[in-house]
């Protein structure tokens, strides 16, 4: 029996959600563990979509690419006591709907998610094998998700809305110190997932919004330094966005991480970032972000 409680003070004014409360909660849970099953029950990050960019410590590439965020759940998961070499992990979950994008499209006070009385589901099948680089394993998972909304007041004769899909995660080691890491995935109105480009449901044609995207880098590490490079990309379908100005089409980016162990639980963070977002009807825009990152762990 185990319990954690994690909380930061990074939030914004005015935001108050399951996920994002003041200060904010990170997480939260219960754990009953057994020899190969375990039961947990609290906010805890989502059982979709386990790996993370390296960069972007604060938003982790929502919206751009990486979906799974926290949120309150109830999770089973069995996993074999092998060592890594040939390792099964199997989880699932039932979950808050809404607790990320918040979303009340009839504005009747009650999150679409919790007004469907449905919860949200999460599954994933995960296997650690042996690579043809010594002493290093190789991570493939497959996964997929499911949840409902429901608005009392219909938008183009449609009252129930369902959010679902399905994705891959890998970690692949390519030479000793050579890493290949990352998640592609498929599905529709995943606002509340950070997919989409932040977009679910059109709310004009009353349509799920459909979307593809995913994330890939090469990881460099070598002693007390790690170098990523990679890029990620969430795309709307275009369709789905037709009469909504300002929908977004692409939120695409590249970037390079840097990770320095200094020594005595220090350590420094050096990121560059170029972003490009694409709109239907508007013209694009472009970022660039230089991030510095300094940590101390005790």
Avoid: C
């Avoid at 110190?177 to 995943?190: P, S």
Wanted: net charge negative.
């Amino acid at each position: 029996m185990s319990a954690k409680i994690e909380i930061d003070f990074e939030t914004l004014i005015n935001i108050a959600s399951d996920s994002r409360a003041v200060p904010r909660i990170r997480l939260a849970y219960g754990e009953l563990k057994w020899d190969y099953f375990s039961i947990l029950f609290g906010q805890e990050w989502d059982v979709i979509s386990p790996l993370n960019p390296m960069i972007n410590d604060d938003s982790l590439m929502w919206n751009a690419g990486n979906l799974g965020d926290r949120r309150p759940m109830v999770r089973l998961k069995w996993a074999d006591n092998n060592s890594g070499r040939n390792r099964w992990v199997i989880a699932g979950s039932i979950s808050s709907g809404g607790a990320i994008d918040r979303q009340d499209l009839d504005g009747n006070g009650i999150r679409d998610g919790e007004d469907s009385g449905l919860p949200a589901l999460q599954f994933r099948v995960g296997h650690n094998g042996s690579s043809w680089v010594p002493d290093q394993t190789t991570g493939l998972g497959v996964w997929s998700l499911v949840s409902f909304e429901s608005v009392d007041a219909p938008i183009m004769g449609n009252d129930d809305f369902t959010a679902w899909g399905v994705g891959i995660d890998w970690v692949v080691p390519l030479w000793t110190a050579v890493t290949w890491r990352g998640e592609a995935w498929h599905g529709r109105n995943l606002s509340d997932w950070q997919g989409g480009s932040a977009q679910g449901v059109n709310t004009t044609t009353g349509r799920e919004i459909e979307s593809s995207g995913g994330w890939t880098e090469i990881q460099f590490a070598r002693r007390e330094y790690t170098l990523a490079i990679g890029m990620t990309a969430d795309n709307p379908l275009d369709s789905d966005l037709v009469g909504n100005a300002t929908g977004r089409t692409l939120n695409w980016t590249w970037y390079a991480g840097n990770r320095l162990n200094l020594g005595g639980g220090l350590s420094l963070h050096l990121n560059a970032e170029f972003w490009n977002t694409e709109y239907l009807t508007l013209a694009g825009g472009d970022a660039m972000r230089l991030k510095t990152v300094l940590i101390q762990r005790f």
